[in-house]
């Protein structure tokens, strides 16, 4: 059952002079009956205050602890699950599939990272003892703002990548919910209050504020006590809260996760040859209504013998399906204004609109996509552009002039080795990940996962949101030098009751000092 109400230093509040709002179901357009309250300025600041209160103990709480904790988030989102994935397919209009597995992926990342904090090489710990007594370890940066993101109510939102592995790094947290499925966010906010008060921590770890205005965001940001930021969503939205932040009186990181168009390069003989090549490619360009991060809204083709017509084959794939709506009428009306936006100027050679559903295919020759690469920008949703190149060289320069990209594909066979070769000379610079079979939609959550990339894919190309490297961001080092084996951290003490496994003056080693 939700309330509407704004978790606050772990307090519910009801505020009845709050500017109120609703979720709507994207497919019948009807509100769903839950009236939400906007936070206030003085929640945002109690929440804030209550975050930076805590730190210090939960900082201080061991792996252990820390890995309860996430046990019991789990147990409580899996006792809550009938009525979360019920709200989270009235919210999004997504269908039974789609949320059973975005549940589950949400639990298996927690379980990821309840086994990193057991295995306990997060902290890095290296000790010199030759010279000066350097200790180092890598510690919570301190309170964070998390925003969640509206293509994953689960994934990537209340408890989603970013939340965890800020509780496992020790950072309290603030999470701004996505006020288009501020329903599903509560019942998961729900859980995590639960969980604090079974593990006895301070309820103030965690706060959960509602909103449709961009304020709230901007005042989370800008707050002093605020050490980090987590985001997910439009190029827009990251690139105002990374410059926001960098001019406070104290700069903090902003690690956004933002547009990318993830191009696909297809050479020659890989064209003439894959026979699935087109329907793998139509079902990545639409998967999810085409509102993953890694849906491909690029595809560049060698084909100087006209082989296959690619943006024709792909429209046929298209025709016919039927696609849930998108998450939210924002998404909507951006995507049907972008694909005006490209009708308009008259400069696609092709656009295939399908008539059972909002998927369309574009196509244009590369020597006049060189000469407007705005045409190639992210429209986000079930849309790819195809452009065709009659030479290598072609493709060569559009790789060249791209932008930073979460993920890039280059598809050949053994006859195109040389020009992969020179490709990925390339794309190493342009990218987060390179895949050379498949389509790029989807992501691994593993600890070998890279999901960022150069800008404007995201605002920090060594960091990812995906997979337990995500830790990494929350974390800072922070040497003892000289100091008393009693005022050490535990993990940091002589006698490593803990059992981890140190550098030790260049060694790795388990053993006492």
């Known amino acids: 059952m939700t309330s509407g109400k704004n978790l606050v230093a772990g307090k519910w509040e009801h505020n009845s002079k709050a ?19 906007q936070a206030t300025l003085d929640q945002i600041n109690e929440s804030v205050k209550g975050a930076y209160e805590s730190f210090d103990l939960f900082a201080e709480t061991s792996l252990k602890d820390r890995a309860f904790f996430l046990k019991c988030i789990q ?23 789609r949320a059973n597995g975005e549940f589950q992926r949400t639990i298996d990342q927690i379980q990821s990272f309840i086994e990193l904090l057991h295995e306990g090489s997060l902290t890095q710990v290296c000790i010199n003892t030759k010279g000066p007594d ?10 964070v703002v998390v925003f969640g993101a509206s293509n994953f109510p689960l994934a990537f939102s209340t408890a989603g990548g970013d939340t965890i592995s800020a509780f496992s790094a020790g950072c309290p947290v603030v999470l701004k919910a996505h006020p288009y ?10 859980a995590i209050n639960k969980s604090l008060e079974k593990c006895k921590l301070p309820l103030s770890i965690f706060s959960h504020l509602g909103g449709q205005s961009h304020e709230i965001g901007r005042l989370l940001v800008s707050h002093n006590l605020i050490k980090g930021v987590g985001f997910t969503g439009s190029l827009s939205g990251g690139k105002a809260l990374f410059d926001l932040a960098q001019k406070r009186e104290e700069p903090i990181p902003v690690f956004a996760e933002m547009g990318s168009v993830n191009p696909i390069f ?15 490619l139509a079902q990545s360009v639409t998967l999810g209504t085409g509102q993953f991060c890694t849906n491909p809204g690029l595809i560049v083709v060698c084909n100087p013998m006209n082989t296959l017509d690619l943006a024709n084959e792909l429209s046929k794939s298209i025709e016919g399906l039927e696609l849930p709506p998108m998450v939210h009428s924002n998404i909507q009306n951006q995507f049907d204004n972008k694909l005006e936006e490209l009708e308009s100027k008259g400069k696609l050679d092709t656009l295939y609109l399908s008539k059972s559903c909002s998927a369309a295919i574009g196509s244009i020759q590369a020597t006049k996509f060189l000469k407007d690469l705005s045409l190639g920008e992210e429209v986000f949703g079930p849309f790819t552009l195809i452009v065709e190149c009659k030479t290598n060289e072609e493709m060569l320069k559009v790789a060249t002039l791209m932008e930073g990209q979460l993920t890039t594909s280059i598809l050949g066979s053994i006859s195109d080795q040389e020009i992969s070769k020179k490709l990925l000379s390339i794309l190493k610079s342009k990218a987060g990940r390179i895949l050379f079979e498949g389509v790029p939609t989807g992501v691994a959550v593993t600890q070998a996962m890279q999901h960022g990339g150069p800008y404007p894919a995201s605002t920090d190309s060594r960091f990812t949101s995906v997979g337990t490297d995500a830790i990494y961001r929350w974390l800072r080092p922070i040497v003892f030098q000289d100091c008393p084996n009693d005022l050490l951290p535990e993990i940091l003490k002589n006698e490593n009751l803990l059992g981890l496994k140190r550098k030790v003056d260049g060694e790795i080693t388990s053993r006492a000092l």
């Open 19 to 37: 500017e109120q709002f609703q979720t709507v179901n994207p497919k019948t357009k009807v509100p769903i009956t839950t009236i939400f309250q």
């Open 75 to 97: 147990e409580e989102m899996l006792l809550a699950k009938p009525q979360i994935l019920e709200l989270y397919q009235e919210e999004s209009a997504l269908p039974e599939g």
């Open 134 to 143: 350097l200790r180092k370890m890598l510690y919570p940066i301190g309170p």
């Open 181 to 190: 499925h501020a329903g599903t966010s509560e019942l998961v906010a729900r």
């Open 266 to 280: 297809i050479l020659e003989d890989k064209l003439k040859t894959d026979s699935s090549l087109v329907k793998d």
